[in-house]
């Protein structure tokens, strides 16, 4: 029995290729692991504020020096902690917008990057992820096609979240494409196709 975060970052709501390619990785991650529990984290259904100074401030500061209304001021970055730290698996809803992720995706990665606890040094200088033990499925869904030909030079999206959920640690990684969605002879098929391609290992 596994534990599983599924996080949804399009803006498109039930519509999103995304979410229906996520949903479609968690269903077979049930198949795989009988009784397996589901969290929705919907990035889209939250005001999260983007990173500044002050809460930059507060979050590479100790929380034992935090009085009870910093504290408080954190605590849904708190929260994503806990629920990155609670899950044995991660399904990440991640739509090609403008060649990158969606900025709500981009917020919550900044907000789990804590110094001493989801990263830290060693001393060599080098960088440590904190954050192991976890599966990571990638639910990618783009207008175009990416995973090759000319425009693979312009996905920002599968490299950068491989690159960085690698450097706190996640570094077993899979992605799934639901791709060119947006061109004709290929739309048609592109999430039967992309659901057919789900391995669960």
Do not use: C
């Amino acid at each position: 029995m596994k534990h599983i975060l599924h996080v949804i970052s399009s803006i498109q709501g039930n519509e999103s290729y995304s979410k229906k390619l996520g949903n479609a990785i968690i269903e077979k991650i049930q198949q795989k692991y009988d009784g397996s529990t589901v969290e929705e984290l919907n990035l889209t259904e939250k005001e999260i504020p983007h990173l500044d100074a002050e809460f930059l401030g507060k979050l590479f500061t100790p929380s034992n020096l935090f009085n009870s209304d910093k504290k408080q001021s954190i605590h849904f970055a708190d929260d994503f902690l806990k629920q990155l730290q609670n899950a044995d698996i991660i399904v990440i809803g991640a739509p090609l917008y403008n060649f990158t992720i969606p900025s709500q995706l981009k917020s919550w990665i900044d907000y789990i990057t804590r110094p001493g606890i989801t990263f830290g040094y060693g001393e060599d200088g080098r960088p440590i992820g904190l954050v192991t033990g976890k599966k990571i499925y990638i639910a990618m869904a783009s207008g175009g096609i990416y995973s090759e030909g000319p425009d693979k030079v312009n996905d920002f999206v599968v490299p950068y979240l491989q690159a960085f959920l690698g450097f706190l640690g996640m570094t077993d990684l899979t992605a799934f494409r639901a791709e060119g969605l947006k061109v004709a002879g290929i739309k048609e098929l592109a999430m039967e196709k992309a659901i057919k391609s789900i391995v669960i290992d």
